[in-house]
């Protein structure tokens, strides 16, 4: 149990489809990101929310669309997806963004296929 | 560009000691992280370096030296349960986040 729950754990969809990944965290944090995980890469940082405000979009298309409503909740809405976009989702959460020694705390994500 | 080098696997003995590598070029440095992760679970945090040398927290260790960019993560008393990735991750001049591609490690009895 590490603080922080994603919903669902998996989802198949197809590339018309809309979905939403769910986030929250249980830690009292104040920032939450998404990043994307595919097999032998690198983790890379999708969207950054600090104290509900979004601070780092990182050339994202616009088919991935984050929503914050408050700092313990993060969604992340999923439209016209293509087959490059199936990977693990994972949200994480830590005290503020860019805090100098805190670490980011992790979901299990979310194990997306497109079909 | 900013660049983390890890190997991609490793493979080391059960009760044995595995050392792990980690090379990054990055603008700035503001720390070091290195993370667990279990296939199909969330990343664990492991440690944190910001300052040359070693850190010692029970069988896992890590170290860090900044002048030539490097850190390793050291693993002591292997267990089968130590079978992961461990992911190296370095907090740039603006305190993003770098991660390396990470490195399979699996333990063979």
């Known amino acids: 149990e590490t603080g922080v729950t994603q919903t669902p754990r998996h989802l198949v969809m197809g590339m018309t489809n809309k979905k939403s990944l769910k986030c929250e965290q249980h830690l009292g944090h104040n920032a939450m990101y998404w990043y994307k995980q595919s097999a032998k890469k690198p983790l890379e940082l999708m969207f950054v929310y600090n104290f509900k405000e979004q601070t780092e979009n990182n050339s994202v298309p616009s088919r991935f669309s984050p929503e914050c409503p408050n700092s313990s909740h993060l969604f992340l809405h999923l439209h016209t997806l293509q087959p490059e976009d199936s990977a693990l989702y994972l949200c994480?959460?830590?005290?503020?963004?860019?805090?100098?020694?805190?670490?980011?705390?992790f979901g299990d994500g979310t194990r997306l296929s497109i079909l | 560009g900013q660049n983390i080098d890890q190997p991609t696997e490793m493979t080391a003995t059960e009760g044995a000691i595995v050392q792990i590598n980690c090379t990054y070029q990055t603008s700035g440095f503001n720390g070091l992280f290195w993370y667990q992760q279990h296939a199909g679970e969330a990343p664990t945090f492991l440690s944190y370096n910001v300052l040359d040398g070693l850190e010692e927290k029970g069988r896992f260790s890590s170290f860090l030296s900044r002048s030539k960019g490097y850190s390793y993560l050291l693993l002591k008393e292997l267990q089968m349960k130590d079978s992961a990735s461990y992911l190296c991750a370095v907090r740039d001049q603006h305190y993003q986040l770098i991660w390396g591609a990470g490195t399979k490690l699996i333990i063979k009895p």
């Open positions: 994480a959460s830590s005290q503020e963004a860019g805090g100098p020694t805190q670490p980011q705390h």
